[in-house]
């Protein structure tokens, strides 16, 4: 699609715009096809810059690596949810509803569960269990056989779980339309994933060499690793070492499970190799700590100079640390968001590690991203963004996971109850009397004052201090230290502890107002401590039950539910279900999952990313397409005497369609300069050839008997939204 402007005889453009008219002009930027017209202008731009064609053959070559990577992915999730077509089974158990709960039929719409009960079938005098369930306009009752296969539990990505209506047992084309919409988002999805996958796998590096030094490096290691633990440094050192793309690795283990050591050698690996390392941390606490770590590790190797760039050094400080990054002075460089800015210059960066992803931004982490496509990438964290964790799960990216736990290991106990000025203080009793320290996390600096002038009267001679992310640098970097050292007995902080700081005494952590806090954060509280061979103690408490949402309490039943160790995996998984769904997908996705509810909408995903291949778009003649829509408008005679050749420039639509896209665009924009907003009428015409270009090139050959005027502005609007993924799709 070469950019020129299309230029028609009948079609002059004058200087000045004949929009004069106000009105027109806000009723122009607002409609349909100018907005489509402008996220063409924009994804064609975009397309010439950035976009490399594959061939035939080369695009085959990609397509087998997804559907292997894919297969990989959906390995991981082998497990309860195998079925016999080794898909995964997102139905809900009928028995494990209750009254009033909002449920999915996937032929008929959403519902509400009733009950389950007796009924005698007809033809036969013997009872079976029938599930009952409330429509819109009736009552409809399936056998438990039947509801098993085509139930899903509607829940929503945000905390009102009502649907906005309940759909109709004798009108169904509503919960179709509903149905297509969310297929049409999930092709998006699918097909945005796979250009990223793709782009990554056209990038090239050569394999790090095989240190020979590596064998002592390991040989330092103090302790014996997991099975988990073993797999992994073998899937980080085949990424390095035997592929020519660059690594893009989720290590996915619990806290205390041995995914730093991961970490370590893959930096061990590439720093050798005369290359630099970025170790990026969300928090200057677990900077700190990662770095602690690392100049310990490398400190017999004096040739390997690590360095923390932070917010607690001088301004002098920071700019010679900037100037060694930039001269390849330092091979190590450990630090916070500061290390995405503009500022920082890398001499010769091979490798990012990022750890806790979730903790950063939306601009941070699309900062990372575009990293990915040039270094390798490894990810580590107990509790993935569900985003990450999707991504892993389906093979779009490789994942270790690392679930074993170290031998000494005891698992934590946690105490899930309202909140109870006792039970504090017989919880943090018991942990000074056998020697420990105690973390104390509130939601909010707020209230931490009034937790310390309740501590310090119950334990007068006990040192106690405050931690949050609002200190003087050096005052936290201060207090940090002292409880590291043990001088400090009682740490009342904010959820800054939330990531890193591995205190080996401190063995009881107090959690209060634990509905204010996600999922990943409860989960990464309750891992600061049993990181000795102590029995360790979290203590989770909330206000009064009545005051809670149901996700909130959703939240705590399944933090309880997964008290065994190495089960933040299965953790974040849940989570996808319970928090917001726009961390995945983006906003723009949480309305098309709110259509059908996330179970039905994760199956569909996963039977389309499992069909990878069928998402290659294969355009067909612009004449192929047939659409058959039963609305012929006429044009308002005062429209057609405006027209200098109203005939001839309805043929030059339809020969601008022809063409591409593009031409279709310039056509209806120049139409618009030098007559004005078209009346409702000539909209339906061009309407009718954007569908039909659309539809060309996405590959659908054939729409048929669409009789109404607003199903052709919903199929308008459902192309279009595919249309717009168009510059990811493999075109040839």
Request: glycine letters at 6%; hydrophobic letters at 35%.
């Amino acid at each position: 699609m070469p950019p020129n402007a299309f230029y028609t005889p009948g079609l002059s453009v004058p200087s000045p715009a004949k929009l004069t008219n106000r009105t027109e002009r806000i009723e122009l930027e607002n409609d349909s096809i100018s907005i489509l017209n402008e996220r063409i202008r924009r994804d064609f731009t975009k397309r010439e810059v950035s976009r490399t064609m594959m061939d035939s053959e080369e695009a085959d070559q990609y397509i087998q690596l997804v559907k292997e990577q894919q297969q990989r992915g959906l390995q991981k999730l082998k497990g309860d949810r195998d079925t016999k077509e080794g898909g995964f089974n997102y139905q809900v158990d009928p028995y494990t509803l209750r009254s009033g709960d909002y449920v999915v039929h996937k032929k008929v719409g959403i519902g509400r569960f009733v009950g389950i009960k007796f009924d005698v079938p007809k033809n036969s005098t013997e009872p079976i269990e029938y599930v009952f369930i409330e429509y819109a306009d009736g009552m409809a009752k399936l056998p438990v056989k039947q509801a098993s296969r085509m139930l899903y539990r509607y829940s929503l990505p945000n905390e009102n779980k009502r649907p906005r209506t309940l759909s109709k047992l004798n009108d169904t084309s509503a919960w179709e339309r509903r149905k297509i919409k969310g297929k049409v988002a999930i092709q998006k999805m699918v097909v945005d994933l796979m250009e990223l996958y793709l782009h990554r796998l056209k990038q090239r590096r050569p394999p790090y060499p095989k240190s020979p030094a590596m064998a002592k490096f390991v040989a330092e290691f103090p302790y014996k690793p997991t099975p988990d633990q073993k797999q992994a440094f073998l899937d980080v050192e085949r990424d390095l070492t035997e592929r020519e793309t660059p690594m893009d690795r989720l290590i996915c283990g619990d806290v205390g499970f041995g995914k730093t050591e991961v970490a370590l050698r893959a930096i061990f690996c590439v720093v050798s190799a005369g290359k630099q390392a970025m170790v990026l941390a969300p928090t200057i606490v677990l900077a700190k700590q990662h770095y602690d770590v690392i100049s310990e590790r490398f400190s017999k190797y004096p040739d390997i100079k690590v360095g923390l760039l932070s917010r607690f050094q001088t301004k002098s400080e920071k700019e010679e640390h900037l100037d060694m990054i930039k001269n390849g002075g330092l091979d190590i460089i450990v630090g916070t968001h500061s290390l995405l800015g503009n500022r920082v210059v890398y001499n010769n960066l091979g490798l990012l590690v990022v750890d806790e992803e979730q903790r950063f931004g939306v601009k941070q982490k699309e900062k990372i991203a575009s990293f990915k496509t040039s270094v390798d990438v490894l990810t580590l964290s107990a509790t993935p963004i569900p985003r990450t964790l999707y991504l892993a799960l389906t093979g779009f990216r490789d994942a270790s996971l690392i679930t074993t736990p170290p031998p000494e290991r005891v698992p934590i106990k946690t105490h899930l109850s309202s909140f109870g000025k006792d039970r504090v203080i017989s919880a943090i009793k018991y942990e000074l009397d056998r020697g420990g320290q105690v973390f104390y996390v509130l939601p909010r600096i707020k209230g931490l004052e009034d937790v310390m002038e309740f501590l310090q009267k119950s334990f007068p001679d006990v040192e106690i201090a405050i931690a949050h992310g609002k200190q003087y640098s050096k005052q936290l970097e201060d207090t940090m230290e002292k409880f590291a050292q043990g001088e400090i007995k009682i740490l009342i902080c904010t959820n800054i502890v939330e990531s890193g700081l591995d205190i080996q005494n401190a063995n009881t952590i107090i959690i209060q107002d634990v509905q204010q806090f996600g999922l990943a954060q409860l989960y990464q509280l309750r891992g600061r401590v049993g990181r000795a061979d102590k029995e360790a103690h979290a203590y989770l408490f909330y206000p009064d039950k009545s005051l809670l949402t149901d996700q909130a309490l959703e939240r705590l039943a399944a933090l309880e539910e997964c008290r065994e160790l190495g089960q933040g995996f299965q953790l974040a998984e849940r989570d996808m279900g319970i928090r917001g769904f726009g961390t995945i997908f983006g906003e723009q996705q949480t309305g098309d999952v709110g259509n059908v509810g996330i179970d039905l909408f994760f199956e569909m995903l996963f039977e389309s990313l499992s069909k990878v291949d069928d998402h290659r778009v294969v355009s067909v003649p612009y004449h192929s397409v047939q659409v058959d829509i039963n609305i012929n408008p006429h044009l308002p005679s005062d429209y057609i005497n405006h027209l200098e050749n109203p005939i001839e420039i309805i043929n030059e639509a339809e020969k601008a369609a022809q063409k591409d896209i593009w031409s279709l665009m310039q056509f209806t924009e120049n139409l618009r300069r030098q007559y004005g907003k078209e009346p409702h009428s000539m909209e339906i015409l061009l309407k009718k050839l954007y569908v039909k270009r659309m539809a060309a090139d996405i590959g659908a050959e054939l729409l048929l008997e669409l009789p109404k005027e607003q199903l052709l502005n919903w199929i308008f609007q459902c192309l279009s939204e595919l249309h717009a993924s168009l510059p990811a799709l493999i075109k040839y």
